[in-house]
């Protein structure tokens, strides 16, 4: 059970309101806010927001300064000048598992309520991480090392513009005011230290600074930024603070001052609360009392508390040797991989209460894979799909995440974004952006009164082209999707074509033959080379894509068992018609003669290339982006080359080269040296 509660002691005076007035606010004293759901403060300048769960769900906690102060004299006016100083202390029980952190933050509104908890720090989620819309500055202390947005250690403070890949970044610590040696601290020691965020409007400088409380304020920042703020603010904004859980940690804000264009004023020590584990302030006063009596009495005391400190002892070391026994049980399961790849992990319990519990009525569709789910995450209202499916075999199953886990490191805006995961006992959860449109094929087969008209195809085709020119030749590495079609393109709330089901998927280094070592993907769309081979690379996936794009353009299925002989199979029919001169007559018939003839012939002509018998004819998916987007031309022998798949002995009469290094094919005594071949945009 994890329990993380951002408790906060604030001096509530009467003077608040005031203070506010006049550009700034002083807080040191106690107020605390724990274990509710929502809470507000008495104070109404103050307002607060906790999400407090248990049994394992995470946690974020929220608090801001419920007025907001006046950054800009307008709305295109520079950023004020602005100090704030603060006290803090974070107290665990685990060190090794101690959470995520908590952070200063300066956003539009008192709360966000659409942000996630562990390493999103309560500031953002997986949809709104980097925007430019966000207009928030934050200074994050992050007690965890995140590897998807570049954390460099699990002790360091962070200035945060946007999202949560700091612009700057340095491990805890000060540097001395006497020979400017740096001197480490642990942020998650439980100890008080004092933190300075500081803005110079004039020099455009942030300033961030923390020191131990026991000493003064060092004069050299910890984190120094050169930058202009005035582009991420607006002209009113909030001020507060947000938490994130991950394991057993408290977070504690023992003192806060706030001043708009001026430096924040000192914190009082002296007026600081103590809390467990923790005393700050002055200290009390030792009475010296010499009497017998008061001696006795205090030896009484002390074998008391002896006492009782020994039995607390023991029970916690039963109670940690538990622990630890389970811990260990669950890193051996998931820290191994989850460290290398780590994409967000959901509860279960999230899950079953975004979905309903899994209800038909929320099923959107079913596969060789498991069932998708449709589902609304309760704590940030964002709508999700959910895909669950089971596995008998641990150690595939391992494999099989580790896989899923490095696809989910992909963006781009045609593929569907892999949001992150859930593993409960031989049940995998896959959580992805939800599409409300559903799948092209729904709109191609399934919807006759709703039919997409040509420009909304063409732009589809394109969509996945250059989602598939992404996967193959633009990222980090080749991946080699293995089942495109129809079923697995989804089409999001603007008519945007995603890739998706990554189910399939393999993936290798740039420079190696991505060669799988078993056939995979759909009847209809599998390259016949694989038949034989048994082995599939990127022209695996472009002849499939030949098919989807023969598909699309003429509304029917790659096979049609009940149709007229001469029209079984797809590409042998369109073949045909483009012989007798008559290849539009293929085109759907839903579209009338509401079509571009140039594009929809150009679609048939480049699908017939595409899905062309022998891989080494057909193009690369950076030339077939050229050709769709105009940038290129098909060559005018090109019936010629495709006509060849009908020759008796392919292997002999067929003779492709392809020169990456130049811009030409053969295609037996056929050459053409047009630049829709070459690699690159």
């Not at 002390?302 to 109670?319: A, T």
């Not at 899923?404 to 952006?433: K, Q, S």
Request: hydrophobic share 40%; aromatic share 12%.
């Amino acid at each position: 059970m994890s329990y993380t509660i951002l408790i906060l002691y604030f001096f509530l005076n009467l003077a608040t309101s005031d203070q506010s007035i006049h550009g700034g606010f002083m807080f040191d004293g106690y107020f605390k806010l724990a274990e509710t759901r929502t809470a507000e403060m008495n104070n109404s300048n103050m307002s607060s927001h906790v999400i407090y769960t248990d049994g394992g769900l995470s946690e974020a906690s929220q608090v801001y300064y419920k007025v907001p102060f006046q950054f800009k004299n307008s709305t295109t006016s520079p950023v004020i000048s602005f100090s704030t100083t603060f006290i803090f202390a974070v107290v665990t029980k685990d060190p090794e598992f101690s959470g995520h952190g908590l952070a200063f933050a300066i956003s539009p509104s008192d709360g966000i309520p659409e942000a996630f908890p562990n390493q999103y720090l309560g500031l953002f989620n997986a949809t709104n991480n980097g925007k430019g819309s966000n207009h928030i500055v934050a200074v994050e202390l992050d007690t965890d090392q995140d590897f998807q947005f570049d954390d460099i250690d699990n002790n360091h403070l962070g200035i945060d513009i946007n999202g949560l890949v700091s612009i700057k970044s340095a491990s805890a610590g000060y540097y001395t005011n006497d020979r400017g040696r740096f001197r480490e601290l642990d942020i998650k020691s439980g100890t008080a230290m004092q933190v300075w965020v500081e803005y110079n409007s004039k020099h455009q400088q942030f300033n961030v600074t923390i020191h131990p409380i026991s000493i003064p304020k060092p004069e050299l920042p910890l984190l120094s930024l050169t930058r202009d703020l005035s582009p991420y603010f607006f002209e009113f904004m909030h001020v507060g603070f947000s938490s994130a859980s991950g394991s057993k940690s408290s977070h504690y804000i023992l003192g806060w001052s706030f001043k708009i264009n001026g430096q924040a004023d000192e914190i009082n020590l002296s007026h600081l609360p103590d809390i467990p584990g923790i005393t700050v302030g002055k200290g009390d006063d030792d009475d010296d009392d010499d009497d017998d009596g008061g001696y006795s009495k205090l030896q009484k005391m002390l074998v008391v508390i002896l006492s009782l400190v020994g039995g607390m002892f023991l029970l916690i070391l039963i109670f940690g040797a538990l622990m630890i026994s389970r811990r260990r049980k669950f890193i051996q399961v998931l820290e191994d991989w989850e460290v290398l790849y780590g994409p967000y992990r959901f509860t279960y319990k999230d899950l079953f209460i975004a979905t309903k519990g899994f209800r038909d009525k929320e099923l959107l569709g079913k596969g060789g894979f498991g069932r998708v789910y449709r589902g609304t995450l309760a704590f940030s209202n964002v709508q999700i799909a959910v895909k669950r499916i089971s596995h008998d075999s641990s150690q595939g199953m391992r494999e099989f995440i580790a896989e899923i886990a490095t696809i989910g490191r992909l963006r781009h805006p045609n593929l569907v974004r892999l949001l992150g995961y859930c593993r409960r006992r031989n049940e995998l959860f896959l959580i992805y952006d939800y599409m409300p449109n559903g799948s092209l094929d729904k709109f191609l087969y399934r919807l006759p009164n709703s039919t997409l008209n040509w420009k909304q195809r063409f732009k589809i085709i394109k969509d996945v082209a250059s989602a598939l020119f992404y996967l193959h030749q633009q990222w980090v590495q080749v991946i080699i999707h293995r089942d495109i079609k129809p079923g697995n393109v989804l089409i999001d709330h603007d008519m945007n074509a995603r890739l998706g089901d990554f189910g399939l998927a393999k993936l290798c280094d740039h420079g190696n033959d991505p060669q799988t070592s078993h056939v995979a993907g759909t009847p209809g769309y599998i390259d016949p080379e694989i038949v034989q081979s048994g082995k599939s690379n990127t022209c695996t996936d472009i002849y499939a894509f030949g098919v989807f794009m023969l598909e699309v353009a003429c509304g029917r299925k790659p096979v049609e068992p009940r149709t007229s002989p001469d029209k079984v199979m797809l590409i042998e029919w369109v073949m045909n018609c483009w012989e007798k001169g008559a290849i539009l007559e293929t085109a759907d018939f839903r579209l009338g003669n509401e079509y571009v003839i140039h594009e929809v012939e150009l679609v048939l002509k480049l699908g017939l290339l595409c899905s062309h018998p022998v891989a080494a004819a057909r193009p690369t998916m950076s030339s077939v982006v050229q050709l769709l987007d105009g940038a290129a031309r098909l060559p005018d022998n090109l019936f010629a080359i495709i006509r060849a798949r009908d020759s008796g002995d392919r292997s002999s009469q067929v003779g492709v080269t392809r020169d990456f290094l130049s811009d030409k094919i053969s295609v037996s005594s056929i050459t053409f040296t047009e630049s829709f071949i070459s690699d690159g945009r």
